[in-house]
């Protein structure tokens, strides 16, 4: 196949495609949907077992989990907005993708341990909001700078065509969906009478200073997974910096809005910090990871022609 060379973020508007024949083009869609369902179903085994870690797992591992569950949420966000395909399925699918993501975890806790309606309620109140957030930074790169994620084999001019399009099957799709991932809630939500979602003032500001932290994250992490190759290294390098900077940002944010324990010690805050650090780095290191395998099946980050009424 002819490859877009690598350090092309810029395609014209009656961009090439690539000549492939039916089966070449075959075996490379069922190469991309063979990862995707490994990747998921990976991804879903992590969310069973964090709770076990939470329970029972050092500072480190359940940084590690902590981390690993943020990354799930952004390339959620990321495929809602960037992926290629109408955005009527984007969506409906990403939705899915969160709800599977909240039952992995409340099967795992009820595996494991006892957790109250409310706090899984909460729980699933967190997701959702962190799906919705994260997907905020990058509408407006793709907004900005009209970024899509495409298949070097597809014809970059038909995106604006492809968002628009609303048929009835996708009505139907959305309809099937939404049966799907309601169907198994009574069998994953724990028993017990839902007494409301427990809200605390400390929470609220901790929940929102990672959320401004990551959405500071998220579409410089994108926009390194789908770079040249040649400056994957040197982007690392820079990225261990920048992660540690908005980690001593999102760390004294915390310190001004939320009071510190008292006594707590220099070797304590260095402790936190460096904790926090290992949740962004991780968070940073799935989905740079998990795009880089994308790119290596053919995706690329492109500028398309800007559309009469893009989405």
Same mark, same amino acid.
């Given at each position: 196949?002819?490859?877009i060379?690598d350090?092309?973020?810029?395609?014209?508007?009656?961009?090439?495609?690539?000549?492939?024949t039916p089966?070449?083009?075959?075996d490379?869609?069922?190469?991309?949907?063979?990862?995707?369902a490994v990747?998921?179903?990976?991804?879903?085994?992590?969310n069973?077992?964090?709770?076990a870690?939470?329970r029972g797992?050092?500072?480190?591992?359940?940084?590690?989990a902590? @981390?690993?569950?943020?990354?799930?949420v952004? $390339?959620?966000a990321t495929?809602? +907005? /960037?992926a290629?395909? &109408?955005?009527?399925?984007?969506l409906p699918w990403?939705?899915?993708?969160g709800?599977?993501?909240?039952?992995?975890?409340m099967?795992?806790n009820?595996?494991?341990?006892?957790m109250?309606?409310?706090?899984?309620?909460?729980?699933g109140?967190i997701?959702?909001?962190?799906?919705?957030?994260?997907?905020?930074?990058?509408?407006?790169a793709?907004?900005?700078?009209?970024?899509r994620?495409?298949?070097e084999?597809?014809?970059?001019?038909?995106?604006?065509?492809?968002?628009?399009?609303?048929?009835?099957?996708?009505l139907?799709? @959305?309809?099937?969906l939404?049966?799907?991932? $309601?169907s198994?809630?009574?069998? +994953? /939500?724990?028993p017990g &009478?839902?007494?409301?979602?427990?809200?605390e003032?400390e929470?609220?500001?901790?929940i929102?200073?990672?959320?401004?932290?990551?959405?500071?994250m998220?579409?410089p992490c994108?926009?390194?997974?789908?770079?040249a190759s040649?400056s994957v290294v040197?982007l690392?390098?820079?990225?261990l910096?920048y992660?540690a900077?908005v980690?001593?940002?999102?760390f004294?944010?915390m310190a001004?809005?939320v009071r510190?324990?008292?006594?707590m010690?220099?070797?304590d805050?260095?402790?936190?910090v460096?904790?926090?650090?290992?949740?962004?780095?991780t968070q940073c290191a799935?989905?740079?990871g998990?795009?880089?395998v994308?790119r290596?099946?053919?995706?690329?980050?492109?500028r398309?022609?800007?559309?009469p009424?893009?989405?």
């Amino acid at each position: 196949m002819t490859d877009i060379p690598d350090n092309e973020l810029h395609l014209e508007q009656d961009g090439n495609t690539t000549n492939d024949t039916p089966a070449e083009s075959n075996d490379m869609h069922e190469a991309i949907w063979t990862v995707s369902a490994v990747l998921i179903g990976l991804f879903l085994l992590h969310n069973f077992i964090t709770p076990a870690v939470f329970r029972g797992g050092s500072d480190w591992l359940m940084a590690l989990a902590i @981390g690993i569950c943020i990354g799930e949420v952004n $390339l959620i966000a990321t495929w809602a +907005v /960037l992926a290629p395909g &109408a955005i009527v399925v984007r969506l409906p699918w990403s939705a899915l993708l969160g709800m599977l993501m909240w039952y992995a975890l409340m099967l795992g806790n009820r595996a494991t341990s006892s957790m109250s309606l409310s706090d899984a309620m909460l729980l699933g109140t967190i997701l959702l909001g962190g799906v919705l957030a994260a997907q905020v930074p990058l509408w407006i790169a793709k907004k900005a700078f009209r970024w899509r994620l495409i298949h070097e084999s597809r014809q970059v001019a038909q995106s604006c065509h492809d968002d628009r399009q609303f048929e009835i099957r996708h009505l139907l799709l @959305g309809t099937a969906l939404l049966a799907v991932a $309601l169907s198994p809630l009574r069998l +994953v /939500l724990p028993p017990g &009478a839902f007494n409301g979602i427990p809200v605390e003032g400390e929470s609220l500001i901790a929940i929102a200073t990672v959320t401004m932290g990551n959405l500071i994250m998220t579409v410089p992490c994108v926009w390194g997974a789908l770079f040249a190759s040649s400056s994957v290294v040197r982007l690392f390098l820079v990225w261990l910096v920048y992660c540690a900077v908005v980690t001593l940002g999102e760390f004294t944010a915390m310190a001004v809005l939320v009071r510190l324990p008292t006594g707590m010690s220099w070797a304590d805050i260095r402790l936190v910090v460096l904790i926090y650090y290992t949740v962004n780095v991780t968070q940073c290191a799935v989905v740079f990871g998990t795009l880089r395998v994308y790119r290596a099946l053919g995706f690329r980050l492109v500028r398309v022609p800007a559309c009469p009424t893009e989405t």
